[in-house]
């Protein structure tokens, strides 16, 4: 198991920054302002040859009578139950508050290893700031800058120093999973429901969660890494830059995924939005099942289900290779179907075709359907070769590219598809000239 680290401390001290440091890239949201990261961001990382996984947690508000920030408070509790060592951050310019000592007692209470450090100490010019934090009672206060590096080797080599001595290098081999989709269509409950616990925020309001979130999760011998995106909006509806961020953080998530788990809500028609979002997915060349959330709710007829996937084909026209399958996330209904569908689609991401199979296909499609004559001249397919995969592409080689047909190259993406398996996932051919 991977030794777990929880960054905890009070609003705006510079968790964030430190957590993009310490995994060297711009994974969390960071703004100048309180209460921006509000779910566990989960990032890997290595130092000294020691490899853990790293959570940036919510702000931590001891007392708070508000709906939300009670719930942040749940999730800073699941990170520390979650972790083997604690790193609590604080403000050096700010000095000790009494947050700070609220917090204090909490991990006293908790048996496990606390690293007490102090943000904002941009240089040795700023140690003075560092000696009061001692008034907390702890043995040592590590000094850092998170925006300049200052102090952060030494830091994380009392962190790998402490780490306990099971951990194990990452696992990679995992599929990576993005729920994506617009605003509350029920992504972070459909995670809730697949992981059985309170793993991501949940509420009825649009934009709850902000960053992706790397969920790791296992049924069996089977590995995901859930990415849970902040719901993508237009552009034009986005009035705050962090909310900019939170499109872009969404975007990324795709780009980084192997398969790209669509929510669309039962109530609502596909939006212009939901055609962007699809589009995207199928440029990024990812695997995809769309499920249509909320199904429990919906009065059904024997016409229901055709009508709905007629629509969502009509509206989805760049994802017609993606099965759709219709759930609830509150209920449980299908969720478990979804993965047997994530499983079958990452399948077919990854597949490559040995080239005598493939031609052996190629020559049944061609004598099935010849290509067509065009500028005077026929086409010709001479032989295939898959070149890579996620997504599968092909290379055919024929003897004037000019003259194969857009409809042509289709009729031959479908047949590959539907003759060698590659449900669920998008296909590439390119058209070389032979020699």
Known sequence: MTSIVAIVGRPNVGKSTLFNRIIRTRKAIVENEPGVTRDRNYGEAR????????????????????RLPAQIQEQIQLAID????????????????????????????????????????????????????????????????????????????????????????????????????????????????????????????????????????EIGSRKYLLIDTAGIRRKKKISLRLEK???????????????????LDAFEKVTEQDARIGGFIQEKGRACVIAVNKWDQVKKDNTTVSSYTKEIREGLKHLNYAPIVFISALTGQRVRKTLDLIDLVAVAHQKRVATGRLNAFLRDAVQKVPPPVRKRRRGKIYFMTQASTKPPTFVAFVNDPGVIHFSYERYLLNQIREQLGFEGTPIRIYFRPRG
Request: proline share 5%.
């Open 47 to 66: 130092w000294n040859d020691r490899s853990f996984t790293i959570i940036d947690t919510g702000e931590f508000e001891p007392v708070s009578r508000d």
């Open 82 to 217: 979650e972790s083997d060592l604690i790193l609590f951050l604080m403000d050096g310019k700010e000095g000790i508050t009494s947050a700070d000592q609220e917090i204090v007692r909490l991990l006293r209470a908790q048996d496990k290893p606390v690293i007490y450090s102090v943000n904002k100490i941009d240089g040795p010019n700023h140690e003075g700031r560092v000696f009061d934090f001692y008034a907390l009672g702890v043995d040592r206060v590590f000094s850092v800058s998170a925006s300049h590096g200052y102090g952060v080797g030494e830091l994380l080599d009392e962190l790998a120093r402490e780490l306990p001595e099971s951990a194990s290098p990452i696992d990679e081999e995992r599929t990576r999973v993005a729920v994506v989709g617009r605003p509350n269509v029920g992504k972070s409950s459909w995670i809730n429901r697949v992981l059985g616990q309170q793993r991501l925020l949940v509420d009825d309001r649009p934009g709850t969660t902000r960053d992706a979130i790397d969920t790791p999760f």
């Open 245 to 263: 961020y939170c499109v872009v953080e969404a975007l990324k998530s795709i780009d980084r995924c192997d398969v790209a788990l669509f929510l």
